[in-house]
């Protein structure tokens, strides 16, 4: 029942075609590189071996080593080594490493990319500094896969202390009753959770949100996925939280959640910047706040993205500034991949004379998924105009059909 309604939160927080990052697993590539047990003879850049030849500037072992054991090219083994200043004269540590890794269950792609996201790990002792990380990791159910994943997302898990971080962050979190399964992925979302900050800061936090009536599943969610948001010191926390509250948003709500992120990234000199900038584009005292209510998330988009957003909806498509308030999600969606598709679809639809301006709002046109708007707007009326599909795909274009989004004027250009 958790796993479904933390997806429910997902699908909320993070609407389909959105310009900001989404925090999805990314899965490791398919192909995997030929391993070498141990060094090779002979580099695929022709450098000798360490006994063979003096070690040459750049650590021609190194990016021997690389490219032998990991399969990655020529360039990417020499950025890893002279970027990361990874560099050993021998074979020893690094296959002790890969060695370990693959005791522990990984396979030979999920090493290779480990490598070129932390290629400092091959510097490890793998039996006094890795070992027991990995027999922790082992111990609180995280599987080779899982383990990969997080490692794949978040490589510098590893350099964290086990008995200064690692093991004291994860009886805090199994304290506010965090599902076994969601382990792997608070892990994976954690970079930069591990210091004493966060685990002093995180019960009182909780306490906090628990004492004003938020729902322990929302909790779990803001723990698990943006864990950042609970750790300022509690006295700030308390701050905040009063804040949200007195612009009106529920405690129980799910917007109540999204507002906790915003705040978190931005201070008092901020927040007035962001109002002055939507100001200029038109929204009221009245409009902003029934915006932040309603979909704070717009708050954390760069204002040159909004800008373009609202020029297009307003100057292009005849939308008053007021009614991009009364949908602020619409500026979540990207301008080219969604915004400006459905835009055209509905100019065609209009130019026809299929529908009429009074019969959309930004709401049922752009927040409806792309399944539904297909339906709605383009499956729909398929018989009478059977290019939308093209022009929804971009494989037509507007000017082809003699169309185009006139200049109507209105917000002031920033």
Known sequence: MFRVYCKRLQLLLVPSCVDYSVTHFHFLRKTPPVFISSYSSKSLLGLEREDDKPQEKGGSFTVSYLINSFGFSPEVAL???????????????????????KHHGFNDTQISE???????????????????????FSSIGLSATALAQVLHWNPRILAHSLERSLRPCYDVIKTVG?????????FKHSNRVFGIKFLSNLAP???????????????????????????PDTNKFKETVNKII???????????????????????????????????CGWTEDNFLLAFRKNPLFMS?????????????????????????ESPDVLTHSLENSIIPRCSVIRVLQFKGLIKKGELSLTNMLIKSKKGFLNRFVIKYQKQAPELLSIFQGK???????????????????
């Open 79 to 101: 950025s890893l080594s002279n970027k990361r200043r990874v560099h050993f004269k021998s074979p020893e540590k690094p296959d002790s490493v890969i060695k370990l890794l």
């Open 114 to 136: 480990i490598v070129k996201k932390q290629p400092t790990l091959l510097l490890c002792n793998a039996e006094k500094t890795l070992s027991p990380k990995l027999e922790f």
């Open 178 to 186: 965090i599902p076994q399964e969601m382990v792997a992925v608070f």
């Open 205 to 231: 936090n909780i306490s906090v949100l628990r004492a004003i009536g938020v729902p322990e599943s929302s909790i779990s969610f803001l723990v698990i996925y943006h864990p950042l948001v609970m750790s």
């Open 246 to 280: 007195d612009l009106g948003i529920l405690p129980s709500s799910f917007t109540f959640m999204k507002a906790l992120q915003v705040s978190f990234l931005m201070d008092a000199t901020k927040w007035t910047q962001k109002k002055e900038f939507y100001s200029k």
């Open 301 to 325: 988009l760069s204002e040159e993205k909004c800008s373009s957003k609202f020029d297009f909806l307003v100057n292009k498509m005849g939308w008053q500034p007021a009614d991009v308030a």
């Open 396 to 414: 037509m274009a507007l000017a082809e059909l003699g169309l185009g989004f006139e200049d109507r004027g209105g917000v002031e250009q920033l």
